[in-house]
Each structure stands twice: as structure tokens, then as C-alpha cells.
């Protein structure tokens, strides 16, 4: 995914109404926005809930206890759908099938090339369907239709065919020893995962997992975050419908105290995939110490810094920085949420990101145009509107925005602060949400010591002319990716994880693969070799 094609889904403006403004406790006149585009009558999903139940041994059924749980329409609050709710018994359900699958189903001894052409057969079925998918991804998560259709989903088909073209070229390797052996290893599927993905990008991170696991000959037990189910049970029919046998991929949805937990603590879990926050991938870890010691890899929080050089292009800095921290309404685990601006530009810089916060187009996430959907629920946009609070109260400069936007629904307010200080808990703390803080610096060692000085280390991004300065900080940065004149691309070939508190291992890519497979040396004793 270039970000030249996510950003120009940026791009449109939504016009001010004026209002003349009032000022702040610091003497900055503080535009409000016009609540039009939240107020509209929400439009009509061109789609329907198909799929609420549980995916077990290739049926769709209740939980075991035949509870449900909500999902809401994050633009109005209201209810989606009743999706079944899987607890304790029904993960034990799920890990026995995919158990049996992986022991003695034919997914594993099938020949790779066969079990590629399932995941490309999928991938078209998506393909076809992407409309349908994209449409249901946005009405569940709130995300702007136009990200989930042009962007997500063909990102979705992509990871899929790249992996089905891993599938026939995994192998071991061929060994000298010192002695008469014959020495060769094997990369051998390592059973049942577990995987545990988040509500930010609900199709994105089922194909960052179920990808590879698949490839690898794994079977998976997989639950969805309870505020987005929808999406994952969808294409996992489409899976179905592909020639995946059943008891490979089974989906469970339902809550991480328990269904996550009782994931996480199966001992019949081979190994464990999380995306979410720094504290429950602690928890993930501890449970999976105490039960089987089963492999965890982990993608976790960011405060990833964004760094602009004196010799930046403002303009061109300015819109990049922004949609580095906007996109997908500030809920990216990678997003700039701190902008270190230099001092020779850093008034010029503020005054335009103001500007472009501005304009930016929050609405409805259905219509055509619209940049910015709501946040996924009341429990995040509370968060997000203490953290705003929070960044006042310090004594940060609030430039635009600040509050929720229009009085149904999730929306807040594009929001800009200046003069934000690294002690703040705007500056230290993983906001997520559609929250910009602009910090100043006046040279290189400052800004690498005070970009590092971080418990996390999940991304940077960077914003220079200058190979050397870029050089310098490339290697200088702690940090899993660096972005460099860019931000937020995602290749399927891409490794992406954590240094720090923001995870373990890496997905996406060639090194994903390693998430899913066991070495084994296999050691021949050779009698009378011609040759050692």
C-alpha cells in the first residue's frame, strides 16, 4: 500500500462554517467545526448481517452457552447484530477440531501447491465479494467506506496471494558436519495457533496471521475483538466456500477475559499471534508461561515519533505528518502521535497543521468524500476526550478542535496541540485517536535521545532532504520501521513489529513465516561416504 494512494482518500476538504471562533484560556482563537456531516441521518449499509455464530469444524453454530453479545453501529451507537458469544467451553470446542485437523485431517498432509490454491481461490472470492466486504468492515468499525473498499481489501487479496506463493517454498536446508553425517533440517508446521486480533483493522490483522499460519500448513483457532466480529466470520465463509477444509480455520468471538484467556492458557495451543495493547499482550504472555510455554509473538502499542528537519518542505511535511497521525481516525498502533517539528520551522508548521486539521472532512463514514468516521466506541472516545482534557490541563497549546462533534455517535473533533512538552501525558501516552501534538527540537541528538526516550518502539517516521540526516537517523531510531519522506506502507513483503514494549517477532513478510514453524535437525550417520 503506497501512501501516496491511502493519503489522496485524505485529501478532500470539508468547508468551515464560519463562526467567528472564541479564544482559549491562552489567547489562541479556536475555530469549531460544522457538525452538518455528523448530524445527517446515518445512510442506509448497502449490506446485511449474514453470519453471528460461532465457525466451528467448518459450521456455523451458538456457543455452548448460548449467549450473545451487541455489536454497535459506531455512528449512532445502535445495535448491528446479536453475535453468539463464545466463552471457555466453545475455545475447547474449537482447539479439539482444529487438534484433530492438524493430527490427522488432510490439511497438513496436503501438498503445498494444493493447499495454494485454496488461499487463491479465496483471495479471488474476496476479490468478488469486495464491495459486500467493505461495506460490512466500515458499518462495524467506522472506518470511511472508501478506505475499507480501495484500500483495505485489496491489501487483504494481496496478503493472501503472496502467502499461498510461500506455501511451495518452505525448506529446510542441507548441513556440512564434521563427521560421517549426512545433515539436514526441516521446517515443519508448528499445530494449532491461537491468534487474537484487534478492532482497528479487523480484516487487515486476520490476514497478517491467518496468512502465513495457513502457508505453513498450521491449523488455527482464531477470536475476533468483540466490537468488530462481523468481518472475520464473513470471510471465513468465503474460505469455506474456497475448498478449506474444515476444522483448519475456526472462529470464535467473544470476550478476552474469558474466551481470550481460555485461548491463551489451552494446552493444546501450539503457539499464540496478539495485535492490541501493551497490557493485555503482558497478560497474553503470562498465561501462556503458566500453561504450555507455548510460543507468543506479539504486536503491541506505539507513540511513534515523526520527525521534521529544517530543510523539510513545510507544505509537503505538513500533509504527511497529518495523515501519519489522522488516518483510520488516529486508531493506528504505528500512528506519528508525537511530531517533532525543528525550530526554524516549527511556527510555520503549526499554523499549517492547524489549517489542514481544519479542513479535514469528519462525517458519516458511507459518504463519498469523507475522511474521518467515528471511533469505535464510547469507551474509546471517552479515553480520547480525557486525554484531550489532559493535554489542556498540562498547558498545552489547544490550536483546533478538542471536543466531540455533533451529539450522536462517536465523532471528535480533528485536534491540534502546540508547545507540547515531553513530560506531558499526550507526549508519552498511546492516545489513539485523532489527536496531533506538535513538539519542538533545535538539532539531531536532541530529537534521537528525546524520540527514544520511550517504552515503546513499534515506528518513526522521518522528513528530510538530506541522505546524511536521513542516514543518521534511520540507524539512531529504536524502532521496528522507519519510514523515511513517507509513512504508514504496509507491502505484503514488509516485515512489521516492535522493538521494546511494542512486541515480539515480526509479521508481514518472509520473517512471518518463522512465527509458524518448527526446525528440525535431522541427523544421518553415513557409512563408507564417497564424499563429506
Known amino acids: 500500500m503506497a501512501a501516496r494512494r491511502i493519503s489522496s482518500l485524505l485529501s478532500r476538504s470539508l468547508p468551515l462554517i464560519p463562526t467567528g471562533g472564541k479564544k482559549s484560556h491562552f489567547g489562541r482563537r479556536i475555530y469549531r467545526y460544522s457538525t452538518a456531516a455528523a448530524l445527517e441521518d446515518p445512510i442506509k449499509p448497502p449490506v446485511t448481517v449474514e453470519y453471528d455464530k460461532l465457525l466451528i469444524n467448518g459450521q456455523f453454530v451458538d456457543a455452548a452457552s448460548g449467549k450473545t453479545f451487541t455489536t454497535l453501529d459506531p455512528r449512532t451507537g445502535e445495535v448491528i447484530a446479536h453475535v453468539a458469544e463464545g466463552d471457555a467451553e466453545d475455545i475447547n470446542r474449537a482447539v479439539a477440531v482444529a487438534r484433530e485437523a492438524f493430527d490427522v485431517g488432510p490439511w497438513p498432509k496436503m501438498t503445498a501447491y494444493e493447499r495454494s490454491k485454496i488461499m487463491l481461490r479465496f483471495a479471488d472470492l474476496v476479490e468478488k465479494h469486495n464491495d459486500e466486504i467493505a461495506a460490512l468492515e466500515t458499518w462495524d468499525n467506522g472506518k470511511p467506506y472508501e478506505q475499507s473498499a480501495n484500500i483495505e481489501i485489496p491489501m487483504f487479496v494481496r496478503l493472501f496471494r503472496y502467502y499461498a506463493g510461500w506455501a511451495d517454498k518452505i525448506h529446510g536446508l542441507t548441513i556440512r558436519a564434521d563427521g560421517p553425517h549426512h545433515v539436514q533440517t526441516l521446517h515443519e508446521p508448528i499445530g494449532v495457533a491461537g491468534q487474537i486480533i484487534p478492532w482497528n483493522f479487523p480484516l487487515l490483522m486476520f490476514a497478517w496471521k491467518v496468512g502465513p499460519a495457513l502457508a505453513c500448513g498450521n491449523t488455527i483457532v482464531l477470536k475476533t475483538a468483540e466490537q468488530t466480529p462481523l468481518s472475520a466470520l464473513l470471510v471465513s465463509k468465503l474460505f469455506l466456500e474456497a475448498g478449506?477444509?474444515?476444522?483448519?480455520?475456526?472462529?470464535?468471538?467473544?470476550?478476552?477475559?474469558?474466551?481470550?484467556?481460555?485461548?491463551?492458557?489451552?494446552?493444546?495451543?501450539?503457539?499464540?499471534?496478539?495485535?492490541?495493547?501493551?497490557?493485555?499482550?503482558?497478560?497474553?504472555?503470562?498465561?501462556?508461561?503458566?500453561?504450555?510455554?507455548?510460543?507468543?509473538?506479539?504486536?503491541?502499542?506505539?507513540?511513534?515519533?515523526?520527525?521534521?528537519?529544517?530543510?523539510?518542505?513545510?507544505?509537503?511535511?505538513?500533509?504527511?505528518?497529518?495523515?501519519?497521525?489522522?488516518?483510520?481516525?488516529?486508531?493506528?498502533?504505528?500512528?506519528?502521535?508525537?511530531?517533532?517539528?525543528?525550530?526554524?520551522?516549527?511556527?510555520?508548521?503549526?499554523?499549517?497543521?492547524k489549517a489542514r486539521a481544519m479542513k479535514r472532512t469528519v462525517g458519516d463514514p458511507f459518504k463519498s468524500g469523507t475522511e474521518q468516521g467515528p471511533q469505535i466506541d464510547a469507551e474509546q472516545f471517552e479515553k480520547i476526550l480525557r486525554y484531550i482534557r489532559s493535554g489542556t490541563e498540562s498547558g498545552a497549546n489547544l490550536e483546533t478542535g478538542g471536543d466531540k462533534l455533533g451529539t450522536k455517535g462517536y465523532y471528535i473533533q480533528p485536534?491540534?496541540?502546540?508547545?507540547?512538552?515531553?513530560?506531558?501525558?499526550?507526549?508519552?501516552?498511546?492516545?489513539?485517536?485523532?489527536?496531533?501534538?506538535?513538539?519542538?527540537?533545535?538539532?539531531?541528538?536532541?530529537?534521537?535521545?528525546?524520540?527514544?526516550?520511550?517504552?515503546?518502539?513499534?515506528?518513526?517516521?522521518?522528513?528530510?532532504?538530506?541522505?546524511?540526516?536521513?542516514?543518521?537517523?534511520?540507524?539512531?531510531?529504536?524502532?521496528?520501521?522507519?519510514?523515511?519522506n513517507c509513512f504508514d506502507v504496509f507491502d505484503a513483503t514488509i516485515p512489521f513489529g516492535g522493538y521494546k514494549m511494542s512486541g515480539h517477532g515480526r509479521e508481514k513478510g518472509e520473517y512471518s513465516l518463522k512465527n509458524y514453524l518448527q526446525v528440525k535437525a535431522v541427523v544421518t550417520h553415513l557409512k563408507n561416504p564417497a564424499w563429506l
Open 244 to 353: 478449506l477444509p474444515p476444522g483448519v480455520l475456526n472462529v470464535v468471538s467473544g470476550f478476552g477475559p474469558t474466551a481470550g484467556a481460555a485461548l491463551c492458557s489451552h494446552m493444546h495451543v501450539d503457539k499464540l499471534a496478539f495485535t492490541g495493547s501493551t497490557e493485555t499482550g503482558k497478560v497474553i504472555l503470562e498465561l501462556a508461561a503458566k500453561s504450555n510455554l507455548k510460543p507468543v509473538t506479539l504486536e503491541l502499542g506505539g507513540k511513534s515519533p515523526f520527525i521534521v528537519c529544517e530543510d523539510a518542505d513545510v507544505d509537503k511535511a505538513v500533509e504527511l505528518a497529518h495523515f501519519a497521525l489522522f488516518f483510520n481516525q488516529g486508531q493506528c498502533c504505528c500512528a506519528g502521535s508525537r511530531t517533532y517539528v525543528h525550530e526554524k520551522v516549527y511556527d510555520e508548521f503549526v499554523e499549517k497543521a
Open 415 to 484: 485536534t491540534v496541540f502546540s508547545n507540547v512538552k515531553d513530560d506531558m501525558l499526550i507526549a508519552k501516552e498511546e492516545i489513539f485517536g485523532p489527536v496531533q501534538s506538535i513538539l519542538k527540537f533545535k538539532d539531531l541528538d536532541e530529537v534521537i535521545r528525546r524520540a527514544n526516550n520511550t517504552r515503546y518502539g513499534l515506528a518513526a517516521g522521518v522528513f528530510t532532504q538530506n541522505l546524511d540526516t536521513a542516514n543518521t537517523l534511520m540507524r539512531a531510531l529504536r524502532a521496528g520501521t522507519v519510514w523515511i
